[in-house]
């Protein structure tokens, strides 16, 4: 149904933009979101964006240097992440099947298999 990809090893400071691909039962009009899990740590909210792209939404510790965005002709979603700190370093997935904005991971029906973002000192 989803499928993230872009991840990589990158030094602070510098940027990566992670891909997810949907597929299947997906819909172009719902809700795309990306979450990231760190080791040790719960699942939390990074950027999710409406289905027109007109409206987004970021959690505090990325907005000003993180962009998501999305294409549905292409059934693609992406996020830009910029100015990359270590504290970044997570396991990024890609979400989708909430009709609203929400920030809560329970909203969402289906979810990526994730991709490993590693931010160095």
């Known amino acids: 149904q989803l499928q993230a990809s872009g991840g990589g090893l990158v030094q602070a400071g510098g940027s990566l933009r992670v891909s997810c691909y949907a597929t299947?039962?997906?819909?172009?009009?719902?809700?795309m979101a990306w979450f990231r899990q760190a080791p040790g740590k719960e699942r939390e909210f990074v950027a999710m964006i409406n289905w027109s792209g007109s409206s987004t939404y970021y959690a505090d510790s990325v907005k000003g240097r993180f962009t998501i965005s999305r294409d549905n002709a292409e059934k693609m979603v992406y996020l830009q992440m910029n100015t990359l700190k270590p504290e970044d370093t997570a396991v990024y997935y890609c979400?989708?099947?909430?009709?609203?904005?929400?920030?809560?991971?329970?909203?969402?029906?289906?979810w990526g298999q994730g991709t490993q973002v590693t931010v160095s000192s």
């Open positions: 299947g039962r997906t819909s172009s009009t719902l809700v």
């Open positions: 979400a989708t099947g909430s009709e609203r904005m929400a920030t809560i991971k329970d909203a969402y029906e289906y």
